[in-house]
C-alpha cells in the first residue's frame, strides 16, 4: 500500500503588489481562482487532507477556504515570519496525519499534478525529502540548489543571502517540497531566522534533513510550470499561458478553432470533437457542447449545455442554465438564460428566452421575448413541441403556449393558449380610405415649394 498523502499550501502572503481589496490567491485564472487551483493539483495527487496557511490580513482567504474544503482547512499564520514559519502554522492541524505531504503555494497555480506525483513516488522511492527545481532563465531572486555530486541536493541558498559564485548557479527551487509529515514538522522545528531576510526559511530543512541522515532529491520541472503570480501584469502572462493551453488542448482533440488566439476558455470548459468555433468567443464557466455543434464568431456563452450539432450565433449570449438540445439554432442577438430548447427548436433573430422551457421544433419569430421578471419574483414561459410563436410576441409569465399553437404577429400574451390555437392579442387594424392622399394635398396647399 502506498504512503497517505497530504499538502499544505502557502497562502499567508499580503500580496500588495497586486493593489487590489481581493487577496492575490483569490484572482482568477481561467475562471478559477488560482487558490483553488493548487487545492486541485492537491486533490488530483490524492492528498487526503489538504490545509491552506492564510494570512491574519485577509479573512476572506479563510471564509473561500471553508467554502471549498470546509472550515478545519484553513489555519491562520499570525505574522509572516517566512515559509518555515507558515508551514509550522499548519502543525496542529496536520496532527495524526501518517504519511507524505506536499508543500504548494497559492500563488503558483500552474505545478501539474503529474510533477507533483513524480515527487511523491520519488519519495515513496528513495525516502528523506524531494525539492521540486527548475532551470532557470533569470535566476534572480530564486533560491539555488546546491547540488552534490550525486546529484542530490547539499542545500537550498536564498538569493540575498548567496555569494557572487553561487549566484552564477541557474538550477533553482520552486518552493514545492514533499517529505514526511512528522520528519518535516521536526525538522521546522530547529530552523533558525539568522540569515540575510532575518526570517525562517523552509529552504533549510534540506541542510538540516540531509545532516540527520535524510536522502536529500530533486525532480527538475519547466521553469513555466512554477511561474508565481505577483502583479497584475503577471496574472495577465499566467492567464495567457492557460489559454494557450487549453487552445492546443481542444484542437489536439479536434475541435477546429479557426482563430484561436481569439477564443478564451474556462479552466472546465469541455468541448466534443468536430465542433467548429468561430473567430472572438468567449466561454465562461460550466460550458459543455456535444460534437458537430458549431459557434458563430462573437458568442459569449457561460454556464450552459449545448447539443450535437447545434447552430449558435453569430453574436449570441447564452447565460447560466442554457440547455439546447441536439439540432437547435440560435441566431444572431439571442440571449438566453435558464431555459430549455427540445431538439431542433429554434429562435433566430432578436429574442430573449428567460426561465423558459421550449418544445422540440417550436419556432420563435423575430423579437419575441419571455417576459419573466416583475421586479420581485421569476417567472417560467411554457412553450409546446412544434408550436410557433410570432414575431414580437411578448411571452408574460408564468404563461404557456400549448403544442403546435400560433401566437399572432406583435401579441402580448398573458393567457394560456391552447394546443393547436392561435392567441392573438393585439388591437385590430383600421384602414381610413383615402386619408393620405387628402393629408398630402393639404400639406402641399400650406406649404407650397
Ligand atoms: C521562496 C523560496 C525560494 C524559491 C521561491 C520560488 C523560501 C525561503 N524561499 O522564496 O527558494 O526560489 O520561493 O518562488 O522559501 N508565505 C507565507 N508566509 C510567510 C512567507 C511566505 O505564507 O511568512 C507564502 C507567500 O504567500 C508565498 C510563498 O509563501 O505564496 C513564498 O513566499 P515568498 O516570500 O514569495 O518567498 P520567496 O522569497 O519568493
Ligand atoms: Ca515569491
Not at 499570525?78 to 497559492?106: K, N
Not at 484561436?260 to 465562461?284: K, N, R, Y
Not at 421578471?373 to 410570432?390: L, M, P, Q, V, W
Request: overall charge neutral; some cysteine; charged content about 25%.
Amino acid at each position: 500500500m502506498s504512503r497517505a498523502r497530504a499538502a499544505i499550501i502557502l497562502a499567508a502572503g499580503q500580496g500588495t503588489r497586486m493593489k487590489s481589496d481581493l487577496p492575490k490567491v483569490l484572482h482568477e485564472v481561467g475562471g478559477r481562482a488560482m487558490l483553488d487551483w493548487a487545492i486541485a493539483a492537491a486533490a488530483n495527487t490524492g492528498a487526503e487532507r489538504t490545509i491552506i496557511v492564510t494570512g491574519a490580513h485577509s479573512p476572506a482567504v479563510g471564509a473561500h477556504v471553508a467554502k471549498v474544503l470546509g472550515a478545519n482547512a484553513a489555519v491562520i499564520q499570525d505574522r509572516p515570519l517566512g515559509t518555515a514559519h507558515a508551514v509550522r502554522a499548519a502543525e496542529q492541524a496536520m496532527s495524526g496525519f501518517d504519511g507524505d505531504v506536499a508543500i504548494l503555494y497559492g500563488d503558483a497555480p500552474f505545478v501539474p499534478p503529474e510533477r507533483i506525483e513524480q515527487m511523491f513516488a520519488l519519495r515513496a522511492e528513495k525516502g528523506g525529502l524531494v525539492v521540486l527545481g527548475f532551470e532557470a532563465r533569470d535566476p534572480t531572486g530564486y533560491g539555488r540548489l546546491m547540488l552534490a555530486d550525486d546529484g542530490t541536493v547539499e542545500r537550498i541558498v536564498e538569493h540575498k543571502d548567496a555569494t557572487p559564485e553561487q549566484r552564477a548557479i541557474t538550477v533553482c527551487n520552486s518552493g514545492v517540497l514533499c517529505a514526511d509529515a512528522r520528519t518535516l514538522f521536526e525538522l521546522l522545528s530547529r530552523v533558525r531566522s539568522d540569515n540575510a531576510k532575518g526570517e525562517f526559511y523552509l529552504t533549510d530543512v534540506v541542510a538540516l534533513g540531509r545532516s540527520a541522515g535524510f536522502k536529500t532529491s530533486i525532480v527538475v520541472g519547466m521553469e513555466s510550470d512554477t511561474l508565481g503570480v505577483n502583479t497584475k501584469v503577471e496574472l495577465a502572462a499566467a492567464e495567457a499561458a492557460f489559454q494557450q493551453r487549453m487552445r492546443v488542448a481542444a484542437m489536439e482533440a479536434g475541435v477546429t478553432l479557426i482563430d484561436p488566439a481569439s477564443v478564451f476558455f474556462s479552466h472546465d470548459t469541455q468541448i466534443a470533437p468536430d465542433v467548429v468555433i468561430e473567430p472572438s468567443v468567449f466561454f465562461g464557466k460550466g460550458v459543455r457542447i456535444a460534437k458537430g455543434a458549431r459557434i458563430k464568431a462573437f458568442c459569449h456563452i457561460e454556464g450552459a449545455e449545448i447539443g450535437e450539432g447545434a447552430n449558435v450565433g453569430p453574436s449570441a449570449r447564452l447565460r447560466p442554465g442554457t440547455k439546447l438540445g441536439r439540432g437547435v439554432k440560435i441566431g444572431n442577438f439571442v440571449e438566453i438564460k435558464n431555459a430549455n430548447f427540445g431538439e431542433k427548436a429554434q429562435a433566430s433573430h432578436l429574442t430573449y428566452v428567460g426561465d423558459a422551457d421550449v418544445g422540440a421544433r417550436a419556432n420563435l419569430g423575430a423579437g419575441t421575448i419571455t417576459c419573466n421578471y416583475d421586479g420581485f419574483d421569476k417567472y417560467r414561459t411554457t412553450i409546446g413541441e412544434d408550436a410557433f410563436i410570432g414575431s414580437d410576441t411578448a411571452l408574460v409569465a408564468p404563461v404557456t403556449v400549448g403544442k403546435g399553437a400560433y401566437t399572432g404577429t406583435g401579441s402580448v400574451i398573458t393567457k394560456d393558449v391552447p394546443d393547436g390555437a392561435l392567441g392573438v392579442a393585439r388591437s385590430r387594424q383600421a384602414n381610413i380610405e383615402g386619408w393620405a392622399d387628402k393629408n398630402r394635398a393639404k400639406k402641399r396647399k400650406d406649404k407650397p415649394a
